[in-house]
């Protein structure tokens, strides 16, 4: 069964300080692998995509990385901001039979001052 | 370009009430997915279109709920009777193809008492 692990639940951190949130992933056959950030009240938006040979991705502030070996990927946010509170999933696709995605349950981060 | 259009926002009805959410995707876009999203969990695909047709909907629980496309633009999705359990956001994504990336609306919260 295709599951996808996110860890920590949830992160209370002060502004400007960094984080690093946690994705392990039992998807096959792996095609690619998402970051979403989720507003309150929102969507989920994209935010990084990565294929099986990327290990690493940036988009702003965010940076993914990838270990298709282990199966892990991690989302590093530097210098966190009040903004970036938001519930961030990990989101896996498998190759064949359309798009099919798996989704994390999400890791809620909220940003202090 | 306008996103995923969903309405109501908010819809709060009692058990065994009947409820239709409506969706308006991107423009062009031909595969339109539902999802549920229970509170503190990632979104579950209820169902997916392909144009008008439905390609996946091996989730939706189909005794209480229906979908439709019937043009192969917009979309509702109908729940009748709603349960306490139907307590969720309802989101719908849209995505050029079924193998693109797919783009939420804002989702509607829905609340059985």
């Known amino acids: 069964k295709n599951q996808v692990e996110q860890s920590p639940q949830s992160l209370i951190i002060l502004e400007g300080k960094n984080c690093t949130l946690q994705?392990?992933?039992?998807?096959?056959?792996?095609?690619?692998l998402r970051w979403y950030k989720q507003d309150t009240g929102r969507g989920p938006v994209s935010l990084t995509i990565?294929?099986?040979?990327?290990n690493t991705k940036s988009n702003g502030r965010y940076t993914a990385t990838l270990d298709a070996d282990t199966k892990q990927s991690s989302l590093h946010i530097t210098a966190s901001q009040l903004s970036d509170s938001a519930s961030y999933i990990c989101?896996?696709?498998?190759?064949?039979?359309?798009?099919?995605?798996?989704f994390g349950t999400g890791t809620q981060l909220k940003v202090e001052l | 370009e306008a996103g995923v259009a969903q309405s109501p926002r908010y819809k709060i009805i009692e058990k065994r009430q009947s409820v239709a959410f409506w969706c308006n995707p991107i423009?062009?876009?031909?595969?339109l997915y539902w999802y549920q999203q229970i509170l503190g969990q990632g979104p579950k695909l209820l169902i997916q279109?392909?144009?008008?047709?439905?390609?996946?909907d091996s989730q939706l629980p189909k005794d209480r709920f229906s979908a439709e496309r019937l043009k192969g633009v917009d979309s509702t999705l109908k729940i009748q009777p709603a349960k306490l359990e139907d307590s969720a956001v309802y989101l719908c994504?849209?995505?050029?193809?079924?193998?693109?990336?797919?783009?939420f609306g804002p989702g509607t919260r829905l609340t059985v008492l």
């Open positions: 994504a849209s995505s050029i193809t079924s193998r693109a990336e797919q783009f």
């Open positions: 994705c392990n992933y039992t998807v096959s056959p792996f095609s690619n």
């Open positions: 990565m294929t099986f040979s990327e």
């Open positions: 989101v896996v696709s498998a190759t064949g039979g359309g798009n099919k995605l798996t």
């Open positions: 423009s062009g876009h031909a595969t």
């Open positions: 279109f392909q144009n008008n047709g439905v390609v996946d």
